[in-house]
């Protein structure tokens, strides 16, 4: 009962058909008794080896590999390629910032496109200024209005043309619409506050004209003499000068300029531009020097 009967077997690695075991011959395969081993792997016959036992060492590297490790780029050797076009541009790429924080929003800037400084702290200055240019336009052109149309019981055309021509004045034909056309266009701009700088020089000039004929007429200085006091043209010169060193402010159609509320170099050149005609067109028009006798000025 205990004996096996004979089973076929073959040795590992053999391709041979396997014979039946004679009796009473060596167990050849573990399956015969369940006591026996496998047979040592030093009797198996292989004919692979592991990458350990081979006597080649396998490549790694680009060097060893054969690889050139400083390819070139496509974009680099696209032109030398032929049939492929140059397509380089100077555009830049576009690009996509999803997560990118937005810029700050630049400074508004005024007329000549520099970065305007907002200054809410300016009080009831642009009020003052705005009653200033009022005051200023409205004395001037309440003059030229008496000169021009003979209103509020002024001279008119004719009467001041015969006024200027007993006064020493010279070309009254052209002198007498350049000063009319001084008081009233330089009078509705600075009331307006539009132009202020041009229209406050225009005006300066004409005050200071006429400052100097009351001053020449009578010998040393007429600021409160009876009959040719220069008193108020004196009072007109300053208040215009003010207005071009302060500018009109923000109640002003000239709101929008530099000019308005923080003027610069500009209203020194207006005021020499001013001061410089109004010395001219009075040595072409009239002549004389204006302060006779007074200090150093004689």
């Known amino acids: 009962m205990t004996d096996k009967p004979t089973e076929p077997s073959a040795e590992p690695g053999d391709t041979t058909p396997a014979t039946l075991r004679p009796a009473g011959a060596p167990v050849r395969s573990p399956f015969d008794s369940p006591t026996e081993q496998f047979a040592a792997a030093s009797s198996v016959q292989t004919t692979e080896k592991t990458p350990d036992q081979t006597t080649e060492k396998l490549p790694r590297t680009d060097?060893?590999?054969g690889l050139d490790p400083e390819v070139p780029l496509y974009s680099q050797v696209k032109n030398a390629i032929p049939g492929v076009e140059n397509s380089t541009t100077t555009e830049p790429s576009p690009t996509y910032s999803f997560a990118s924080i937005p810029p700050a929003p630049a400074a508004p800037a005024d007329g000549n496109g520099?970065?305007?400084r907002r200054d809410d702290r300016r009080g009831t200055l642009d009020l003052g200024l705005l009653l200033l240019r009022l005051v200023i336009g409205g004395t001037f052109v309440y003059h030229g209005l008496q000169k021009a149309a003979g209103w509020f019981h002024g001279p008119g055309l004719d009467g001041i043309k015969t006024a200027m021509e007993n006064g020493g004045w010279k070309h009254v034909d052209l002198a007498a619409p350049m000063l009319i056309a001084g008081e009233l266009g330089g009078g509705v701009l600075v009331a307006l506050g539009l132009a202020t700088p041009l229209a406050s020089g225009a005006l300066l000039a004409?005050?200071?004209?006429?400052?100097?004929?009351?001053?020449?007429?009578?010998?040393?200085?007429q600021y409160s003499a009876k009959g040719n006091s220069v008193e108020l043209e004196s009072i007109l010169a300053g208040l215009t000068l003010v207005l071009i060193l302060t500018g009109p402010g923000r109640l002003s159609l000239d709101r929008n300029r530099g000019w308005a509320t923080r003027p610069f170099?500009?209203?020194l050149?207006?005021?020499v531009a001013a001061v410089a005609?109004?010395?001219?067109?009075y040595a072409y028009l009239?002549?004389?020097n204006p302060l006779a006798e007074i200090g150093p000025f004689d």
Do not use: C, N, Y
Not at 206 to 221: E, H, N, R, S
Not at 277 to 281: D, E, F, N, S, W
């Open 63 to 65: 060097e060893e590999l």
């Open 114 to 116: 520099r970065p305007r």
């Open 206 to 221: 004409v005050i200071l004209d006429a400052w100097m004929w009351k001053q020449g007429m009578v010998p040393g200085f």
């Open 265 to 267: 170099l500009g209203s």
């Open 269 to 271: 050149a207006v005021i």
């Open 277 to 281: 005609t109004a010395i001219l067109v």
């Open 286 to 288: 009239h002549g004389g």
